[in-house]
Each structure stands twice: as structure tokens, then as C-alpha cells.
């Protein structure tokens, strides 16, 4: 079955580095989306992009963040200079279309931990 | 008015016995109310999902029950496994875009 798939699984950083995550989302899917769980809480929208762009994005996805598709497989979300309160697991989603029944498939996550 | 509202956060249920998650929203807007269950360590996956132009969708042992003027939805899980002990989400989509947005979870324990 196709998966999405993410890297690292877990990442260490010091307050104030840049962390990219990476993300090989299913290959026929056009889509993509990343969320993150703070721990314990619930699982929150970050980002969606499509056609090379940001297609929405919510109110936690300020100028720290950024994504790109670097190349025809990778998908990947940059902090800019991490903060405590980054400290979370990053999933990665992809669909093949936005509407109507939609399935979000996740990776298995990425686990971030800002010192 | 964005927030999907989930209860119970936690839940233990005898194998063979019925469990119960119910949700509710206020946007109107949300056209698309799928449900996703996480195993630890895993991403979440989508289990079921519902339109509000239904007021009832099974698969299997998961049935959704959607009260469209209450606003509210809800996950049966008939003849509870432990194998089903994980965490469920339900969630919520405006029609017209692509954020989804969560519940905050419920913890399903099934015990032998």
C-alpha cells in the first residue's frame, strides 16, 4: 500500500536553529499538507500546497515556516529559527484531490524537541 | 467557531461492548466529517467519513450518526476489540478548502 513517508523520525535542536523536516508524499497524489500534534493536545493544521504554492495556511504558519518541493518527490517544512513551543510531532499529509472525499493519508510523523 | 468539540478525552470499554465518541461543531460550513484513528507511533488514518446530507454511514463495526440541526456527530465502534485501542479523532472540513481540523482526541482502551 502506498505511504507517506517522513525524515527524520525524531530531531533535537537548540532554541534558535533551523530544522527542515522532509516528506515523500504518495506519487500520485497533487496535495500536500503538513499538521502538527503539540503532546497530548489536538492535531492542528499547518499548511496545504499545491501547484508549487501555498494554496492555505493558518494563523500558527507565521514567517518561520516555510515549504517547499524541491525537486518531484521531496516535500519539506523549514523553521526558520525554532522556539520551545515548536516542539511537537510534524505529519505530513497527502491527497490526490482537494474536495469532495478527500482521504488524507499521514506519515508516520516527525518528533521535534527544541532545548 | 472553527473548533470541532470531542468527548470523551479518555474511555475504557469491555471487549464486546459498544463505544461511543460524539463531536459537535458550530460552522455551518463544514460540508465533510471524516474520523481518523492513530496507533502509537503511527500518523493517523482515516477510518470513516460522512457527508451531512446522511444521517448514517456503517463500515463494518464503525457506524457515524450525523444530527445535522444538533450540529453534532458521532463514532460507534459495535463489539469493541482490543485491537481497536487506540486514539480516534473526529474532524471537520469547510467545503470550498482544504484544512481539516481535529477534535482533540479520544483514548479508546478496550479491556479483555
Known amino acids: 500500500e502506498p505511504e507517506v513517508t517522513q525524515t527524520p523520525s525524531h530531531q533535537v535542536t537548540q532554541m534558535g536553529q533551523e530544522v527542515i523536516l522532509r516528506c515523500v508524499p504518495i506519487?500520485?497524489?497533487?496535495?500536500f499538507y503538513w499538521y502538527r500534534q503539540i503532546l497530548g493536545q489536538k492535531v492542528e493544521f499547518l499548511v496545504s500546497?499545491?501547484?508549487?504554492?501555498?494554496?492555505?495556511k493558518s494563523e500558527i504558519f507565521d514567517d518561520q515556516f516555510s515549504v517547499e518541493r524541491p525537486d518531484g518527490s521531496n516535500f519539506t517544512l523549514k523553521i526558520r529559527s525554532t522556539k520551545l513551543e515548536d516542539s511537537a510531532m510534524y505529519f505530513c499529509a497527502s491527497s490526490e484531490s482537494s474536495s469532495g472525499a478527500n482521504v488524507l493519508t499521514f506519515g508516520a510523523g516527525s518528533r521535534l524537541t527544541v532545548l | 467557531q472553527q473548533q470541532v468539540k470531542q468527548s470523551p478525552q479518555s474511555l475504557i470499554v469491555q471487549k464486546g461492548g459498544i463505544s461511543i465518541i460524539n463531536c459537535a461543531y458550530e460552522n455551518t460550513a463544514f460540508d465533510y466529517f471524516p474520523w481518523y484513528q492513530q496507533f502509537p507511533g503511527k500518523g493517523p488514518a482515516l477510518l470513516i467519513a460522512?457527508?451531512?446530507?446522511?444521517s448514517e454511514k456503517k463500515e463494518g463495526r464503525f457506524t457515524i450518526s450525523f444530527n445535522k440541526s444538533a450540529k453534532q456527530f458521532s463514532l460507534h465502534i459495535m463489539d469493541s476489540q482490543p485491537g481497536d485501542s487506540a486514539t480516534y479523532f473526529c474532524?471537520?472540513?469547510?467545503?470550498?478548502?482544504?484544512?481539516?481540523?481535529f477534535g482533540i482526541g479520544t483514548k479508546l482502551q478496550v479491556i479483555p
Open positions: 474532524a471537520a472540513r469547510p467545503g470550498g478548502y482544504q484544512k481539516v481540523t
Open positions: 460522512i457527508r451531512p446530507d446522511v
Open positions: 500546497f499545491y501547484n508549487n504554492e501555498i494554496s492555505e
Open positions: 506519487s500520485n497524489h497533487l496535495y
